[in-house]
C-alpha cells in the first residue's frame, strides 16, 4: 500500500532520542555480558549512535546519563556529537548509585543528604548548559519496602520543596520532566509510581515541568494509551521512554514483545497531536544484554517508524462514523485493518528515493563497522549501565 504524502512528511520529521547507555553493557543481577567492540567512554558511545542515525535518518540526539557519561569536558563532548552529525539531548540525573540513597535522595528526611541530591540535579542543569541540552529527566529510585517504614505524605511534600529548587534554576527553554515507575527497587511504595502523582508533582512547578512516560513502568494490563491521551489533553506529555516488556522493567526492544501496543500507543499520540509536536519527546531507554547494541538500537527505531506509518494511516473518517453509528465490530476493523497494514516495501522505497538504504539493518552489517569497533576497542573499562 503506498504512503500517503501527509504519512511521508509527518515521517519525514519524525526523530527518536537514543540513550546513551544503550550501547555500553549491561545485563541483570546475574551476569552482565561483555560484548567485542563496546564503547570505553562516552565519546565512543555518541560515536555509536551516530551510527543508527547514518543508516536511518530517525535518530539525530542522543541523550545522556549523569554521571555515567561524566566528562572533563562538555563542550568538547558536544562538538564531538556535532561533528558526526548528531546533538546532545536530554540530561538523566542519577540518584540512584550511592550509599547514601539508600532511604531517599529527594524525599529525604536528612537535609544533608536531600542538599546533595538536590546539587546533584543542579549541576546537571550546569551540563545542560554547556551541552545545549533542553530537558531534564529525573527518575527517582525512592520509595519503602515496608508499611510503616516511611512517612509518606512528609516524603510527597519534601519531594516537591526539592522539586521547586530545582525547576528555579532552569533557564530560558529549558524543561524538567518526572518519570514514574510502579514499583522496583522499593517494592512496598514508591514515591513517584504513577502518571498521578507525576502530574501532581510536576503540575504544582509550572508550565516548563513535563510528564515521562516509559512504557515499561506499568502494572501488566495497563491501558498505556489511555494515559497518553490523557496526559496529552492537560498538556504535560513531556516525553516518552520507549521499550517493551513480557514481565516487569524488562527494557527490551520497542516494539519487540507487543506491537500492537506500540501501534495503540503511536495512534492515539497522533490524535493528540503528538507527532508533530516538538515538546514531545521519543526517547529509548534500552538495554541490549544479549543482542548486539547498535544493530539492537537501529531495529527499535525502525520498529517505532514502522507503527508510526501504520498508525497514521488509519482511516479517521471511517472511523468516526463507525463511532458515531456505534458499530463497534466496523469501529475496530477500522483499527485493525492499519494495524496489519505491511508498510515495510513501501517505507524501503521511501529510504532509498532519500538516499537511504532500503533495509538500514542489513547495511549497517555490510558497513564494517562492528568489525572495526570490535578490533579497536580492545582493552580498557567497558563503560555500560552502571559503570
Ligand atoms: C528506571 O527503571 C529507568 O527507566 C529510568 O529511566 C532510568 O534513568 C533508566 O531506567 C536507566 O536505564
Ligand atoms: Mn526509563
Ligand atoms: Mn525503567
Known amino acids: 500500500m503506498p504512503l500517503t504524502p501527509e504519512t511521508l512528511s509527518t515521517l519525514e520529521a519524525q526523530s527518536i532520542e537514543l540513550p546513551s547507555w544503550a550501547f555500553g553493557n549491561s545485563g541483570t543481577r546475574f551476569k552482565v555480558f561483555a560484548t567485542a567492540g563496546t564503547p570505553r567512554d562516552p565519546f565512543e558511545k555518541i560515536a555509536d549512535a551516530a551510527q543508527v542515525n547514518r543508516f536511518t535518518a530517525l535518530a539525530p540526539t542522543v541523550a545522556l546519563h549523569i554521571p555515567w557519561d561524566k566528562v572533563d569536558d562538555y563542550a568538547a563532548l558536544r562538538r564531538h556529537a556535532e561533528d558526526l552529525g548528531v546533538t546532545l539531548g536530554t540530561i538523566n540525573s542519577n540518584t540512584f548509585q550511592d550509599d547514601d540513597y539508600k ?25 545542560m ?18 508499611p510503616g517504614q516511611a512517612d509518606l505524605r512528609a516524603r510527597q511534600d519534601r519531594l516537591q520543596e526539592s522539586l521547586q529548587e530545582i525547576y528555579a534554576r532552569l533557564t530560558g527553554e529549558q524543561r524538567l520532566v518526572l518519570e514514574y515507575k510502579f514499583f522496583e527497587p522499593a517494592f512496598y511504595h514508591t514515591d513517584v509510581p504513577d502518571w498521578g502523582t507525576s502530574y501532581v508533582q510536576v503540575a504544582a512547578l509550572g508550565e516548563r515541568a513535563m510528564v515521562c512516560l516509559d512504557t515499561g513502568h506499568h502494572a501488566p494490563g495497563t491501558n498505556i494509551e489511555f494515559i497518553v491521551m490523557q496526559l496529552q489533553r492537560l498538556g504535560k506529555l513531556g516525553s516518552f521512554d520507549f521499550n517493551s516488556r513480557f514481565y516487569a522493567d524488562d527494557d527490551l526492544i520497542v516494539g519487540a514483545a507487543d506491537p500492537f501496543q506500540l501501534f495503540r500507543i503511536l495512534f492515539e499520540v ?3 497531536g503528538g507527532l508533530q509536536n516538538p515538546d514531545v519527546v521519543f526517547m529509548l531507554d534500552q538495554c541490549h544484554n544479549v543482542e548486539e547494541k547498535i544493530p539492537g538500537q537501529i531495529r527499535s527505531v525502525l520498529n517505532v517508524q514502522e507503527m508510526t506509518a501504520r498508525a497514521l494511516s488509519v482511516d479517521g473518517d471511517a472511523l468516526d462514523a463507525a463511532q458515531r453509528a456505534n458499530d ?8 485493525m485493518d492499519a494495524f496489519y497494514t505491511d508498510v515495510r516495501p513501501a517505507l524501503a522505497e521511501w529510504r532509498e528515493s532519500r538516499g537511504l538504504a532500503a533495509d538500514p539493518m542489513a547495511a549497517y552489517a555490510a558497513s564494517g563497522y562492528q568489525e572495526k569497533i570490535a578490533a579497536d576497542r580492545v582493552g580498557g573499562v567497558q563503560a555500560g549501565w552502571g559503570a
Do not use: M, Q
Request: aromatic share 6%.
Open 129 to 146: 548548559d554547556a551541552t545545549g541540552s533542553r530537558d531534564l529527566k529525573i527518575w527517582l529510585a525512592e520509595g519503602s519496602n515496608y
Open 270 to 272: 497522533n490524535r493528540g
Open 328 to 335: 463497534v465490530l466496523g469501529a475496530n476493523a477500522v483499527l
Open 103 to 127: 532511604f531517599g535522595a529527594l524525599t529525604h528526611h536528612d537535609d544533608r543528604i536531600r542538599r546533595k541530591a538536590i546539587d546533584h540535579h543542579l549541576e546537571c542543569i550546569d551540563i
